[in-house]
């Protein structure tokens, strides 16, 4: 039990997202700022990230997922925790209208934001589209 109640002690970002009902974009995008993160801090000792704690919350909040896709590489929600589940698993498994939002947030920010760096725009409508359907 010890371990989980200090479990975010070393981080914060995980704590906020965590205590997302009470936390603001502003709070958020302030800690990612203010903190010197490599790739490696952003796995706590269960193996998740950010965003596998915001998605295994009931309610995620579509504000702090935006601040962390905005701050992160998209990379990172292709890891995978201890129990082998990728942050997105977990929003699928708590499965409301609320998170349908927020999966297409999360699919047309990873896979438009490729296709805008490598410069196919003219692509990135005809994918804008194709997640929409997926999702309607």
């Not at 706590?44 to 579509?62: C, K, N, R």
């Not at 995978?80 to 698993?89: E, T």
């Not at 939002?101 to 804008?128: F, N, P, V, Y």
Request: net charge negative.
């Amino acid at each position: 039990i010890t371990g989980l109640t200090s479990r975010f002690d070393d981080f914060p970002v995980h704590k906020l997202c965590y205590h997302h009902s009470s936390t603001t974009a502003q709070e958020l995008r302030l800690c990612i700022e203010n903190r010197e993160e490599v790739e490696e801090s952003l796995v706590d000792e269960f193996g998740m990230t950010p965003f596998h704690v915001l998605f295994s919350t009931a309610e995620p909040i579509g504000e702090l997922l935006k601040v962390l896709l905005d701050k992160y590489p998209y990379h990172v929600l292709g890891w995978k925790d201890a129990n082998g589940k990728l942050a997105m698993d977990y929003l699928v498994i708590n499965w409301t209208q609320n998170n349908k939002k927020l999966l297409q947030m999360t699919l047309q920010s990873c896979m438009l934001s490729r296709l805008e760096r490598w410069g196919a725009t003219s692509w990135m409508d005809d994918m804008q589209s194709k997640i929409q359907a997926i999702l309607a």
